[in-house]
């Protein structure tokens, strides 16, 4: 197949009903890319991703997954469609070790491959391995976002979508989340990610889009975007007018 | 001093400890705190008398099993027992809790448990009447195993049978995918759905569990004590204060914290006083809750 990996159209997603967060956003992720969702706070960039991920209710729109329809599939089917979330905080069972995290993700495998699987991912991250028996709840924040991020790779999704990962840690664990994200990327993985920290996003990432009161306000190549008046405008909060710039 | 308390502990420890299982993985999966629980047992203990029964009017009398007060019936009824009360369970999930738990406020599936616990038990009193009953009038000979510590055949039967459902129990939790959902599912259930566990089958994994599992405690209580409508009602305080001991959500945390009120009530009885009976074991648990606020096995919440 050769069409995007994602394809959001006109997504409205709210907590409650006729309150909508969402209001109408679109998206479009292709094969292999690092996709950079960035907007103001408050601008639902949170919301629009776990509505994307099943975990808010969907009023219209549509979410395609490799052509396939996803929109409103229940969340604890989606890693069974091919997508992987990764919360922002609370990512992690903290009172199960690092390996019953990795075993609790691998559920939805056959259980010789979920072995396989969990060894390949102690290879990529050995950090984990040396602590495959400690409570994953005694990690440092750093290692909470490597499991976290080995837990969903575990399925080999299609899509790794990934809410704010930089969220709370410190500058030096911000790089090394982003260069696990790149690394990541170049294995083959699809990346859609939401970030708060838009110069370390966008420093990794190929495309990006800002989210303004619930919908893309803006679109473009990540390298430029951090240049772009419109986009420091935008993201400083200023109510400019959205304009629909790159969209098709 | 005579150790026979200890015996009479274990025993008595042993029913709270199982029935205290239940409780605690309601609490830590569902979020509530289940006061039908004692009814289940009491539910699960009439289901399996009522199977004796029904295999005793088939096939006759059966002579038990060598010195035990039961036979193959008993043993057979008991595995309905637990599958008929997980069914129970299971309904009144399907009819009154999930409901509830669907607007998400917990006290309300606290209160509704609480009708629940008085229909059934009510219930119960209109089908059997509330004449106590037994599974068999037989009197076992104690044996004398030393330190002046006698013990029936019956007595061992069930302590080994509590050991092998609290090793089995536990290794389901921490062994199988099941047990590591249900955990997951304690732990954060919005993350549990995200990397695929189906929340509602979690849901209905522990009804299963806890509902079984009170089944075998009631029918322990029938068949060294007595079988009556507020059986499992009487025993919903101590299985509530062993959960609460040994911290909820830990599987051998409930099952030692029944342990410890079922000889700590024991040693009352016979250092004390019978009428301090509930008393003591209330005092330890205030006191282990001044100590250690989350219980022997708990953990801190994030």
């Known amino acids: ?248 | 001093m005579n150790l026979q308390f200890v015996v009479d502990g274990l025993l008595t420890g042993s029913m709270i400890g199982l029935g205290a299982i239940g409780v605690t993985l309601t609490y830590a999966i569902l979020r509530f705190s289940n006061f039908a629980h004692g009814d289940f047992m009491a539910w699960g203990t009439y289901a399996t008398l009522a199977v004796v029964g029904a295999i005793g009017a088939m096939v006759g009398k059966v002579a038990p099993i060598g010195p035990f007060s039961f036979g193959w019936p008993l043993l057979v009824a008991l595995v309905v027992g637990c599958a008929l009360t997980g069914l129970l369970a299971l309904a009144l999930d399907a009819v009154l809790f999930s409901r509830l738990r669907a607007r998400g406020q917990s006290i309300i599936v606290v209160m509704a448990s609480f009708g629940a616990s008085m229909a059934l038990r009510s219930l119960l009193e209109f089908v059997f009447t509330s004449r106590p009953t037994y599974f068999s009038r037989a009197i076992q000979i104690a044996m004398p195993v030393g330190f002046g510590i006698r013990i029936t055949p019956d007595q061992v039967a069930l302590l080994v049978l509590t050991a092998v459902l609290v090793a089995a129990t536990h290794l389901l939790m921490t062994r199988t995918q099941t047990g590591r959902s249900m955990q997951a599912v304690s732990q954060n259930p919005a993350l549990a759905r995200v990397v695929g566990i189906d929340v509602a089958r979690v849901v209905r994994a522990t009804w299963l569990l806890g509902a079984a599992l009170a089944c075998v405690a009631g029918t322990m209580v029938g068949i060294l004590v007595q079988i009556r409508p507020l059986m499992g009602f009487d025993m919903l305080l101590p299985m509530f204060a062993a959960a609460i001991l040994g911290g909820i959500g830990s599987v051998p945390g409930a099952v030692l914290g029944g342990l410890i009120i079922g000889l700590a009530e024991a040693a009352a009885v016979q250092f004390v006083g019978a009428e301090w009976r509930a008393a003591v074991s209330f005092v330890i648990l205030m006191a282990v809750l001044f100590v250690r606020p989350i219980g022997l096995f708990g953990v801190k919440e994030r």
Do not use: C
């Not at chain 1, 050769?2 to 907590?15: N, R, T, W």
């Not at chain 1, 969907?58 to 979330?85: C, E, N, Q, W, Y």
């Not at chain 1, 990432?205 to 800002?210: E, K």
């Open chain 1, 1 to 248: 197949m050769s069409g995007p990996v994602l394809q959001v159209d006109g997504l409205v997603a709210g907590y409650e009903p006729g309150v909508p967060i969402v209001r109408g956003a679109s998206i479009r992720v292709e094969r292999g890319e690092i996709v950079v969702v960035l907007g103001p706070n408050g601008a639902g960039k949170s919301s629009f991703i776990k509505a994307i991920a099943g975990l808010v209710p969907v009023s219209a729109g549509k979410v395609l997954l490799d052509g396939t329809d996803i929109t409103a599939v229940p969340a604890h089917r989606m890693v069974r469609m091919g997508l992987a979330f990764v919360p922002q905080t609370e990512n992690i069972f903290p009172l199960m070790s690092v390996d019953d995290n990795l075993k609790t993700a691998g559920g939805i495998l056959k259980a010789k491959e979920a072995v396989e699987r969990i060894a390949r991912m102690y290879d990529t991250f050995p950090d984990l391995r040396t602590f495959r028996r400690t409570a994953a709840g005694n990690l440092s924040g750093g290692q909470r976002q490597m499991l976290a991020v080995a837990r969903a790779l575990i399925v080999e999704p299609k899509l790794l979508v990934l809410d704010e990962p930089s969220a709370g840690l410190s500058p030096k664990l911000v790089a090394m989340v982003f260069s696990m994200l790149a690394d990541i990327r170049k294995a083959g993985v699809t990346i859609l990610l939401v970030e708060q920290n838009a110069k370390a996003a966008l420093a990794i990432g190929d495309r990006a889009y800002v989210l303004v009161e619930g919908r893309e306000a803006h679109e473009g190549v990540a390298s430029e975007l951090w240049n772009d008046p419109v986009v420091a405008e935008l993201y400083l909060g200023q109510r400019a007018q959205p304009s629909r710039g790159g969209e098709a």
